[in-house]
């Protein structure tokens, strides 16, 4: 049975990413998006990046960013993977995903039937597409959990992950609902915005980990 991969996103300190490590995600992301609580500047986002074990990916999270700044923003971070939250292109997808050789996610927020098909035009250009949900303030990290009704017995062409509103409380639902292969949250393992409670961390990981091994 495949291990779930498990994404602990909008982390910001340096205890933050090693409770993280511990609990065993398997993926750290760090937002650079300045209206989100979660921002990090390059070069913070480079220091926490340096902490990460091999073993644990680093994933960039990015919003509508310009070609020119995100040469540099990888350059400086050196993420496994970067992550695209805004209206970006398969075209600049594909780009990236050639020049780069990174991992390139794609995160796409799902209302209905009809955007999760849509979504379906990144295939060759994402190596992963994210769904979240829709709506809310920001890009992402809204806390607002996606119907999923719509994963259930889809048939996913590439790889993917579930995002939106997850916490240690549903998650084993949401694994046991929609087949997640990985799971992603944020704001439901913080203290307030911006402000990660290490023991939500924990308790995510532990339950994440508990759905996949009774699977
Ligand atoms: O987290 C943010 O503040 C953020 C800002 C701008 C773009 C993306 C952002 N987060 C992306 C993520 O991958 C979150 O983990 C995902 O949206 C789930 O967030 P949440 O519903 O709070 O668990």
Known sequence: MPETL???????????????VDAGATHIGLVHFEPSPRHLSIGDAAKLRARAPAEVKVVLLTVNMQ???????LQDVQPDVLQLHGAETPEWLGLLKDK???????????????????????KGSAHRLLYDAAQGALPGGNGLLL???LLM????TMPWGLAGGLNAENVADAIRYTGAPLV?????????????DTAKIRAFCKAALAAKAAA
């Open 147 to 149: 119907d999923w009704r």
């Open 184 to 196: 992603d949250a944020s704001s439901g393992l913080e203290s307030a915005p911006g402000v990660k």
């Open 153 to 156: 017995n889809y048939h996913h």
């Open 6 to 20: 498990i994404k602990i996103c909008g982390l910001t300190t340096p205890d933050a990413v090693d409770a993280a």
């Open 100 to 122: 780069t050789k990174m991992e390139i996610w794609k995160a796409v927020g799902v209302k209905d039937r009809t955007a999760l098909e849509k979504a379906q035009r990144f």
């Open 67 to 73: 070609p020119q700044e995100t040469a540099i923003a």
